[in-house]
């Protein structure tokens, strides 16, 4: 299959070329109008795959510097602002935990985790579906792409539980043994872990960077914390939803656990490699979550974890050099968060957030934040991506409700968890959604159906258990 698909890319093309030549709003510094142009066009062309997300990024980023939207007049500052996404902290802090996510699947530390939670809780098909969510959770925290989570660690383990118990991918009339039931979970459960720790996911840091232009702090702590109670009641009870309404034929599923003991046996005694993993996810739990006191940053904390992987020999240099994704995520990151950061200090954010809002100001913030909320939430239909999303829309949303009174920190963190909780509306929702639709043992109307419930379920969750908790915290 070609990269580049010509037709979509001409439609993003004359999508820009339209947005650039509408009459600039009063109130619009001229160059924030283009740059909106540019900005558009490269969310337009990353929704219809005109091309993959790191050539519509670069050429994002050639566009800003061709046309000096950054810097009218000056071509050498033009090229600098263009290139300023590479310097931001928080990219390579996604960057960073990409490399060391890396030790966990090479150590074969995150499948032996999967298969322990398998031996404990596997007796039933739910016990199953808790078990392989929990290893999802403890890796969460270390592995920001949720995708290399899911495709690289719990989805072959699940899969391979799956037929196991009988559930063929071929035999469309085995999905229902337990294949569809923990197909929907561990996706789903993929989802809430991804918005429980600000490394979980590329959105969320994404969504961190915003607010702070919006003069919204969140550390790695206050995310977690804030995320806590919503992020496991969501954990608790989705499996629990779904083996209601969704629920497996196969209900005891005795021969899990000794499939799980069989395949620990296979692996041997921990290795000193994973040890030291270990090791390192502990230093790295601690200087994320207590950094503050150290004084010491998220990503230089990241920095020194990556350091002990590589002098402990855990991970080499050609392990760093061959993790694609992270050096993708880098690239395509770093300038969709150059140009909403420069569409928020050209103004053009606050302009549009001041318009939007004045529509709302006759609303008490109290009704304001949930129409906010669900605007933002179902607008996912849209995306394929929660970053892009987040890149597209997060900015605007958040000074909106901020214009209107809603607490920042509160909406911040709600809006940053959107766009990943709502990834389970459709089969294209989020990167996992492709891995596990593809196997074939949910058909698209099931998916589509049981997803909108589950989005229900989450938002009532958030939105009832995390506006108690955050009252609790004082953050509203």
Known sequence: MKEIQYKQLVATVIFGLIIWFIPVPEGVQPNAWHLLAIFLATIVGIIMKAASMGTMAMLGITMCAVTE???????????????????????????????????????????????????????SSLGLAYGLNTADLLLAPAIPSNTARAGGV??????????????VP?????????????????????????????????????????AKDLGITITWGSWAIAALAPGLACFILMPLFLYKFFPPELKKTKEAPAMAAEKLKEMGPVTLQEWLMIFTFIVLLVLWIFGNLFQVDATTGALIGLCILLLSGVLNWEDVKSEKSAWDTIVWFSALVMMGSYLNSLGFVGWFGNLVGAQLKQLDWHWAFPLIILVYSYSHYMFASATAQAAAMYSVFLSVGI????????LAIFLGACPTLMGMITHYGHGPAPIFFGSTYVDMKDWWKHGFFISVLFLIIWFGIGGLWWKVLNLW
């Open 69 to 123: 939207v950054l810097a009218p007049g000056d071509p050498v500052k033009s090229i600098a602002n263009a290139l300023s996404g590479f310097g931001n902290s928080t990219i390579w802090l996604i960057g960073l935990a990409f490399f060391i996510a890396r030790g966990f699947i090479k150590t074969g530390l995150g499948t032996r985790l999967a298969y322990y939670f398998i031996r404990l809780f596997g007796k």
């Open 154 to 167: 719990i989805f072959p383990i699940m899969k391979s539980i799956a037929v196991n118990m009988g559930s």
């Open 170 to 210: 071929e035999k469309a009339e085995t999905h229902r043994k337990v294949g569809s039931f923990l197909t929907l979970s561990s996706y789903n459960a993929n989802m809430i872990t991804s918005v429980m720790f600000l490394t979980a996911t590329a959105s969320n840091p994404m969504a961190q960077k915003f």
């Open 403 to 410: 214009s209107v009174g809603v607490p920042g920190a509160m």
